[in-house]
T-cell receptor
Framework: SAVISQKPSRDICQRGTSLTIQCQVD?????MFWYRQQPGQSLTLIAT?????????ESGFVIDKFPISRPNLTFSTLTVSNMSPEDSSIYLC????????????FGSGTRLTVV | GEDVEQSLFLSVREGDSSVINCTYT??????LYWYKQEPGAGLQLLTY?????DMKQDQRLTVLLNKKDKHLSLRIADTQTGDSAIYFC?????????FGTGTRLQVFP
């Protein structure tokens, strides 16, 4: 399975600022996924990032709030923009080397607290 | 719409078996997964099952799938304190995972 390095692991940010989360994979992958896990909740998909094209966002998530970059097949960033306390969550990236046939690997997550 | 439900909490004695249940609504799901999340950690893929199977065993883990009832279960044999965590089931028929609400497993001595 792929090994994912995600950073930062945690951060405390001021309201109104932005934070960029990085995800580095040790293998080339076509799709990378970004999830949000709000406190005490399950995981919700934010967007799917393909190299060389715009990310595809799920209902309730917009590019202006969560811009994503995917410059190559091993790296992606998610920015949480103009943060408010409601953005306090764990953000996780995920990849699947063979798609759903072999399951998906998750990064260790970024625990974001907005004050 | 797609929906995946789990009971919120399970408490078992060390050495006993644990059974965590999951129900889903999407009949076109092709793969179903079980993930484990320990405090402060990311998600670890434990096992998965293809929808044309009804059982899969992997060491202490047994997955049962009742496709007719859209019911998935994870049995952990000889549960240990290190198994204490939140367990999520997830289903996919595209590359998008739909996660269940999570079951917090507490193992006591």
């Amino acid at each position: 399975s792929a090994v994912i390095s995600q950073k930062p692991s945690r951060d405390i940010c001021q309201r109104g600022t932005s934070l960029t989360i990085q995800c580095q994979v040790d293998s080339q992958v076509t799709m990378m996924f970004w999830y949000r896990q709000q406190p005490g909740q399950s995981l919700t998909l934010i967007a799917t990032a393909n190299q060389g094209s715009e990310a595809t966002y799920e209902s309730g998530f917009v590019i202006d709030k969560f811009p994503i970059s995917r410059p190559n097949l091993t790296f992606s960033t998610l920015t949480v923009s103009n943060m408010s306390p409601e953005d306090s969550s764990i953000y996780l990236c995920s990849v699947g080397l063979q798609g759903r046939r072999s399951g998906y690997t998750f990064g260790s997550g970024t625990r974001l607290t907005v004050v | 719409g797609e929906d995946v439900e789990q009971s919120l909490f399970l408490s078992v004695r060390e050495g006993d078996s644990s059974v965590i249940n999951c129900t889903y609504t999407d009949s076109s799901s092709t793969y179903l997964y079980w993930y484990k999340q320990e405090p402060g950690a990311g998600l670890q893929l434990l096992t998965y099952i293809f929808s044309n199977m009804d059982m899969k065993q992997d060491q202490r883990l047994t997955v049962l799938l009742n496709k007719k009832d859209k019911h998935l279960s994870l049995r952990i044999a000889d549960t240990q304190t290190g198994d204490s965590a939140i367990y999520f089931c997830a289903e996919a028929h595209t590359d998008k995972l739909i996660f269940g609400t999570g079951t917090r497993l507490q193992v006591f001595p």
